[in-house]
């Protein structure tokens, strides 16, 4: 299975096998603006650039012909419409060219996928925290159900908005670390910094504007970041804590772009140990968007019959996760 | 402070009858009346400030919708005392079952409890306060016969339509998931004792609860942004 990614600033490919080692190759090209946040046209320029050589080098490190994958999987949403036609062209041109059957697969289902295919934990209560995305999904009678999410704006986005405005940024991540962590170091609690969950949601916009009020204002910038994190990662990690009680499950996963956190990581291991639950840290090379979660899940969609007319193959920005069926959940991977 | 600690260290020996996502309920005497301690307990995840923080903020908050409660005669549990510094409330102990567990012995008189659980509900929202967690567990049938909701813990003023449908939508689910076999009866109850109070009011919660049902969960409704991706 061939698997194509290309929802926001990733453009990855991977080939994976239904049997060991299952990942053949994972290669991709991240975008990285000098300035500013993310254009999705800029975004989807480059895409289209270094897709060819991506596809390329995705098949000669896996060493197979694109004659030998039984099919293409692409994710088709949620995500940016420009970078998300980019993938879905390259798919449909490789699937319509070579004859391969098409697979849809679901960015954020394929975010859980890969989580629980690393991890092992097969039926978890999963914290799903990305740039475009903040939710706790478990699965419930057919699909990964949302118990609580962000109402306003996602986890990831707060950190780049907050870093991008107070000039720390971009790049937003070096080596791994998000500028905000960077400039958190040395930091203390200040108060004054509103902490929102609303039953089993979170909210971070008003976050946003206190925080940037007050590094206007004079407050020291390392105690501004240390205080925005920690608010910010508490309270999802208190959403997750209210999904695995409600849910009574025995299992935590963290998955998406902000998963790569050491202190995210921190906060849910406490959390879970709190409960008795395990919790499975996933690669942080795994944390973010890449070609292999989207052939993952492909393979299982693929193994149960999902497959997609190249003419049909649209693109959906706001393909909810909710609204996708799961029918291998407990076979998987 | 050194005898809010004695009293932390006092309560702390106090018969533990539940530990929840959000506190510890303890059982013992206040002033010789039977009383529920209910402690609010560090996140050992986050920062000690922001936990004490918290907890102060959340005891004050459930204290207040307590005594607004009771002051518009809704059956919650008196107040006792209140300690917002250490996360401390106490309350009256309601003597009784639950009515989880009265519907298995008595499913006839069940029906006539939820009818009550529902007028409860539809008073407390009446007020402009939603429950949040208004299950068949919060509901107590005390032993002189009367019903009680307590548990304010998740409860907030607001007069939004969403929030009132989850309260809706959560006794819908905890009597299908625990009481199967009279669910449809029970909540059926329910709503006439809900509409009994909120007459034409109550169709839109109705209504929008039976939506959240529909989309399987009982959230906010997903705004657009959550979708929208990076910066």
């Not at chain 1, 069926?325 to 991977?333: G, R």
């Not at chain 2, 005891?59 to 917002?84: D, N």
Request: glycine share 10%; charged share 25%.
């Amino acid at each position: 299975m061939l698997g194509v990614e290309s929802t926001a600033h990733s453009f990855g490919v991977s080939v994976v096998s239904d049997s060991p080692p299952y990942i053949l190759s994972d290669s991709r090209r991240v975008y990285t603006p000098r300035e500013g946040g993310i254009l999705p046209r800029e975004v989807a320029a480059f895409f289209s650039r270094v897709a060819g050589e991506v596809v390329r080098e995705a098949l000669e490190s896996a060493g197979v012909r694109i004659g030998d994958v039984d099919a293409i999987a692409v994710a088709l949403g949620p995500g940016m419409g420009p970078q998300l036609r980019v993938g879905a062209t390259v798919a449909r041109a490789l699937a319509s060219y070579y004859s391969k059957p098409l697979v849809p697969v679901n960015h954020a289902v394929a975010h859980v996928e890969i989580a629980r295919f690393l991890t092992g934990l097969r039926d978890p209560i999963v914290l799903y925290v990305a740039g475009g995305n903040t939710a706790v999904v478990s699965y419930s009678e057919g699909r990964y159900r949302v118990f609580g999410e962000t109402l306003d704006m996602p986890l990831g986005n707060l950190l780049d908005t907050f870093a991008r405005e107070v000039g720390i940024a971009p790049p937003y991540v070096v080596g791994g670390m998000h500028a905000v962590d960077r400039c958190a170091e040395g930091g203390d609690f200040i108060e004054g910094l509103p902490y929102i969950v609303k039953g089993q949601d979170s909210s971070f916009s008003g976050l946003l504007t206190a925080a940037l009020r007050m590094v206007r204002s004079g407050v020291r910038l390392a105690d501004v970041c240390y205080t925005l994190r920690e608010i910010a990662y508490s309270s999802v990690v208190e959403v997750l804590e209210r999904g695995l009680a409600h849910t009574g499950r025995r299992e935590v996963l963290l998955t998406g772009g902000v998963a790569a956190s050491k202190i995210l990581n921190d906060k849910i291991e406490a959390m879970a140990r709190l409960h008795g639950a395990v919790y499975k840290p996933i690669p942080a090379r795994y944390a973010g968007d890449n070609g292999v979660m989207i052939a993952v899940t492909g393979m299982a969609a693929y193994k149960w019959g999902y497959t997609i007319e190249v003419s049909r193959a649209f693109i959906r920005q706001r393909w909810r996760i909710d609204q996708v069926d799961v029918p291998w959940y407990y076979e998987f991977p | 402070m050194s005898s809010l600690k004695d009293m932390l260290g006092w309560v702390r020996g106090l018969e533990l009858v539940k530990r929840g996502a959000e506190s510890e309920i303890r059982l013992g005497f206040f002033m010789g009346i039977p009383a529920i301690f209910k402690l609010r307990v560090p996140k050992p995840y986050m920062h000690p400030r922001l936990a004490d923080i918290l907890i102060s903020q959340r005891t004050r908050k459930e204290a207040k919708v307590i005594a607004y409660a009771l002051k518009h005669g809704i059956p919650a549990p008196r107040l006792l005392a209140v300690l917002p510094s250490i996360g401390l409330i106490v309350m009256e102990y309601v003597q009784g079952v639950t009515l989880k567990d009265y519907a298995y012995r008595d499913p006839r008189g069940a029906l006539l409890y939820s009818r009550i659980a529902g007028s409860i509900l539809g008073r407390l929202h009446e007020v402009g306060v939603a429950h949040g967690d208004p299950t068949t567990s919060n509901y107590i049938v005390s032993s002189d016969g009367g019903l009680k909701l307590i548990d304010y813990g998740l409860s907030d003023f607001t007069e939004d339509v969403e929030d009132k449908a989850v309260d809706v939508h959560l006794y819908r689910r905890a009597v299908e998931s625990t009481h199967a076999s009279i669910a449809a009866g029970m909540f059926e109850a329910f709503l006439e004792g809900y509409k009994g109070v909120l007459g034409g009011e109550a169709l839109k919660v109705i209504e929008r609860a039976e939506e959240i049902r529909l989309r399987g969960r009982y959230v906010e409704e997903r705004r657009r942004s959550v979708w929208r991706a990076l910066g």
